[in-house]
């Protein structure tokens, strides 16, 4: 928790948030922070909102703006409103969140209530030689801010500097800890800086949705996770097909539509010794792969290849594959291979029924996917159903022993008709049990196959109506 120094009376709605002064002024004593400081309530942020005890927390991150306040800062939901998301890191999300729980707030009021931006410590004499977790650092000597890496091509600088900070990625203290390191432009694995020649093909950046709605935003060249088995097929445990493997947070990213890229990429360039590094890569992404679309543009990029080392013009090379476009328009390098899966071609002379095959076996292919997730989802429904139903006979067939056990222990008259009365009672049970897990197997032929009224009072699936 950071700790109060030199505190600084000022108009909270004036000054702090940038707006133009509220009728409601709070003073607010604000005092400057460290990189990764963190607090509850005021002056940054809301206090006993919207019922009395609510506590809202804050905390930055390592971003200084050159006017000194951080630009990484997070807002924390109070504990008894946390649900799916607990936590914003910017004004807007806070505000959207705010209209929408709370329509009848006054939303100038309620940021004139804590102060949004929060002043660093760095402004009293140490010139900010904090780095960020996102790769900036500002030089608060110069007014700047610069890419941790020293990158002045850097994408996140020219778009800080706008006032555009890139889209919120998520806390790391890991890799983005270390000096000189930017999440923006190096590489996770091998730490140097892409490049972003060519449309950037030689690198790929995760854009999974991590923790709260935030995106992973680690970038990783092509060739190191290749070599680094993290991308292109890989058997064994991480089972890789076609895909990417995040080293930060392990999510996967298919890169059969960054081959696509590619292809189009190639389609513009005039350098033979270019396009040959850039088919080379989709060529590492794709081999192996046992994906039907993936294996068509394999054996594009091979014949494509094979007609450059024979020293083929570019023009050659990329003609088998032109055909007009939907709108009937002078077709591009590659197109037949990249365009939209909405947006079918008109059949006109130029054809290729290479083109419209590689589509039909993509659809195919997306079809038994979801076709085997169909199946893996009955699959263990009739798994979990079965398996109950089991241990419920089990558990009768226990009773029964106990009930048999009960009964050659007793003499009496009385007590030996009520036992056997039991006895009997339960082994119909076990019947009924036995004959209802009978009907449950008929499962086993396909979910399809399978009488609606076992899949409704079995397995609890309703049937569609017609």
């Known amino acids: 928790m950071s700790s109060y120094e030199d ?14 002064p509220s009728t409601n002024k709070n003073e607010l004593h604000l005092y400057p922070v460290s990189a990764n400081d963190s607090g509850e309530g005021l002056p940054y942020a809301p206090a006993d909102w919207p019922n009395p ?8 991150g390592k971003r200084i703006a050159s006017a000194g306040y951080f ?26 969140y705010v ?62 500097e706008e006032g555009n900070p890139s889209p919120e990625t998520m806390i790391c203290d890991i890799c983005c800890s270390e000096p000189g390191f930017c999440r923006d432009c190096c590489c996770i694995l091998c730490c140097k800086t892409i490049s972003s020649a060519y449309g950037g093909y030689s690198y790929i950046r995760c854009e999974a949705t991590a923790d709260d709605g935030y995106i992973c935003g680690h970038i990783a060249h092509i060739d190191c996770a290749l070599r680094a088995y993290m991308a292109g097929t ?48 989709g060529f590492c992404i794709l081999r192996g792969s046992r994906k039907t679309n993936a294996k068509q543009l394999l054996r594009h990029i ?21 055909f007009m476009d939907a709108n009937g328009g002078t077709p591009h390098h590659g197109e037949s291979i990249l365009r939209e899966r909405s947006s079918p071609p008109k059949m006109t002379s130029n ?69 056997v009365d039991a006895v009997l009672q339960r082994v119909d049970q076990i019947k009924r049990e036995i004959l209802k897990l009978k009907e449950m197997k008929q499962v086993q032929n396909g979910f399809g196959s399978t009488s609606k009224t076992i899949l409704k009072d079995y397995f609890g699936l309703e049937a569609e109506s017609s």
């Open 71 to 96: 630009l990484d800062r997070y807002l924390y939901l109070p504990n008894r409103l946390r649900g799916k998301r607990s936590v914003f890191a910017s004004r807007l999300s806070v505000e959207q």
């Open 302 to 322: 091979k014949s494509a290849m094979a007609k450059l080392q024979k020293g083929a013009c570019i023009g050659d090379v990329f003609k088998e594959v032109e």
């Open 234 to 281: 890989v058997g064994g445990s991480i089972g890789l097909d076609a895909e990417y493997c995040c080293r930060r947070c392990d999510s996967r990213t298919e890169l059969v539509s960054h081959v696509m890229k590619l292809l189009k990429i190639c389609g513009s360039i005039d350098s033979h010794d270019d396009i040959e590094k850039i088919l080379n890569v």
């Open 351 to 419: 054809f290729d029924h290479r083109v419209e095959s590689l589509k039909l076996e993509d659809e195919i292919d997306q079809t038994l996917q979801a076709l085997r997730k169909s199946q893996n989802f009955e699959y263990r429904l009739a798994e979990e159903r079965l398996l109950v139903q089991k241990n419920y006979i089990m558990n009768l067939y226990e009773q029964l022993d106990k009930e048999r056990s009960d009964l050659s222990s007793h003499t009496t008259m009385v007590e030996t008709d009520t036992l």
């Open 53 to 60: 005890g609510d506590k809202w927390a804050w905390k930055v």
């Open 99 to 160: 209209r929408s729980e709370f329509p009848s707030t006054d939303i100038n009021e309620f940021f004139a209530s804590f102060s949004w931006k929060i002043p660093s410590k760095l402004l009293k004499g140490d010139w900010y030689a904090e780095l960020t977790s996102s790769g900036m650092k500002s030089d608060s000597h110069l007014g700047t801010i610069s890419c941790k890496a020293g990158n002045s091509l850097c994408a996140s600088v020219s778009l800080i």
């Open 7 to 20: 505190p600084v009376e000022v108009d909270s709605s004036a000054e702090c948030n940038g707006d133009t």
